[in-house]
């Protein structure tokens, strides 16, 4: 469902040399499947997320979610595949403050230039505990509460890909697994991939299958050297 084959990103340097990020010869993820990835800080976690979701452009190789590369796509193109196809749960929500919990969620929807189903948002609201805070802007609800929006938003279109960057964060530690077991639960009922960036060990114990990026990762210890 996913394949990366030798993707690589670098940034340019104030003194103009090239800084690698990421080098990646090759990674896969089945359709369904839910994997944690982990790494030590600066070792392109968020970079590499930021990629497959096309949010960042990389300077080389193939990214492939459902057999489409979406490197080769054109801009506008892309963002309307990520909107159809990947659910993006941010480590800071990114909720708009202006907008109720339903409206964050809906808004999600309107991006795919489809008419927004106000029927699924209600039920994903429910589904995560907030049928009884629809209409509730983002200062209203607890930061646990935001972060249930947040999933909420990212399983809008039903995506084949849920992206996780460190959900847990930001939730106070009585939460934590609470926004875990929403997560997996979701990507089970709706036959969902998941991979998920945390640096909790407690997180990523509760997962069959977790990758180390410094691994698979060869621009790391390019990196280091540098």
């Known amino acids: 469902m996913l394949h990366l084959e030798n993707v690589r990103k670098s940034y340019r340097e104030p003194n103009g040399d090239d800084l690698p990020i990421l080098d990646i010869e090759s990674f896969s993820l089945a359709a369904g499947e839910q994997v944690v990835l982990r790494g030590r800080s600066g070792c392109g976690k968020t970079t590499l997320l930021n990629s497959i979701a096309g949010l960042t452009t990389v300077d080389a190789g193939s990214i492939a979610i459902k057999g489409t590369d979406i490197v080769k796509l054109p801009e506008v193109v892309r963002d309307r595949f990520r909107a159809r196809f990947i659910g993006f749960v941010f480590q800071t929500f990114n909720l708009l403050p202006a907008f109720t919990a339903i409206e964050n969620v809906l808004l999600g929807m309107s991006f795919t230039g489809q008419r927004p189903d106000v029927a699924r948002g209600e039920k994903l ?4 505990g907030l049928g009884h805070r629809l209409t509730h802007k983002p200062a209203a609800l607890s930061v646990g509460e935001q972060q249930r929006v947040a999933v909420a938003r990212a399983l809008a279109n039903k995506p084949a890909l849920l992206l996780a960057d460190e959900p847990t964060a930001n939730v106070d ?11 997996r639960e ?39 050297a540098h």
């Open 125 to 128: 609201l429910h589904s995560v």
């Open 173 to 183: 530690p009585a939460h934590q697994q609470q926004v875990i077991d929403l997560l």
């Open 186 to 224: 979701a990507c089970d009922r709706e036959e969902i991939a998941m991979l998920l960036v945390t640096h909790s060990s407690e997180v990523a114990e509760q997962f069959p299958r977790v990758e180390y990026l410094e691994k698979i990762n060869r621009a790391v210890g390019l990196a280091v």
